[in-house]
């Protein structure tokens, strides 16, 4: 079964950092382009970051350049988001999704359950 | 400000046909492929198409979508209260380095 689980996430004081990680298995990890989506209380989805398979290509949503890192280790399988100088704007809840693809599409498929960040003081 | 536009609501009895609107620009739908999420109350959001029209397995044939130029429809027949839900647009777009971007989500409700 193709799987994602994310962990990490917790109350952050302003200015505070974070790591959030997600971890894959049931398909090959290596092979697949990987994003970050987040969703914060009562709004709509916002993509965040994605990554290459082989990490040499990085995107990241305007709003999180310079503050928010995606990586990732194909031998553990896993998806990481360093989030730095937080703000009470990046509350949400945030999905590791895994980026499907055939030809010249994309698509976000699965997601995992999500980890709620919550910034406050 | 959602850079896909979206209808906030939708709504319709069971049994219906029902459609929700996702525009955009060149940048997006007018060059990418556009998928379609579904998120159920407090759950993670589901594809439920994906380039522009394709179903994955085990999404019922009652949901259908569609593109034109810079904009899209995602298509309910047969109302089901199990359909009520949240629905999100999708596509990659080209723009700034190039980013995903989503629509503002459609609350379905059935009557």
């Known amino acids: 079964e193709v799987q994602l689980v994310e962990s990490g996430g917790g109350l952050v004081q302003p200015g505070g950092s974070l790591r959030l990680s997600c971890a894959a298995s049931g398909f090959t990890f290596s092979s697949y382009w990987m994003s970050w989506v987040r969703q914060a209380p009562g709004k709509g989805l916002e993509w965040v970051a994605n990554?290459?398979?082989?990490?040499?290509?990085?995107y990241y949503v305007d709003s999180v350049k310079g503050r928010f890192t995606i990586s990732r280790d194909n031998a553990k399988n896993s998806l990481y988001l360093q989030m730095n100088s937080l703000r009470a704007e990046d509350t949400a809840v945030y999905y590791c999704?895994?980026?499907?693809?055939?030809?010249?599409?994309?698509?976000?498929?699965?997601w995992g359950q999500g980890t709620l960040v919550t910034v406050s003081s | 400000q959602s850079v896909l536009t979206q209808p906030p609501s939708a709504s319709g009895t069971p049994g219906q046909r029902v459609t929700i609107s996702c525009s955009g620009s060149?940048?997006?739908?007018?060059?990418?492929?556009v998928n379609w999420y579904q998120q159920l109350p407090g759950t993670a959001p589901k594809l439920l198409i994906y380039s522009n029209n394709q179903r994955p397995s085990g999404v019922p044939d009652r949901f259908s979508g569609s593109k034109s130029g810079t904009s899209a429809s995602l298509a309910i027949s047969g109302l089901q209260s199990e359909d009520e839900a949240d629905y999100y647009c999708?596509?990659?777009?080209?723009?700034?380095?190039?980013?995903?971007?989503f629509g503002g989500g459609t609350k379905l409700t059935v009557l």
């Open positions: 990554i290459k398979q082989d990490g040499s290509e990085k």
């Open positions: 999704a895994r980026e499907g693809w055939e030809l010249n599409s994309n698509w976000f498929d699965p």
């Open positions: 999708a596509a990659w777009d080209d723009s700034l380095n190039g980013h995903w971007v």
């Open positions: 060149s940048s997006n739908i007018g060059s990418n492929t």
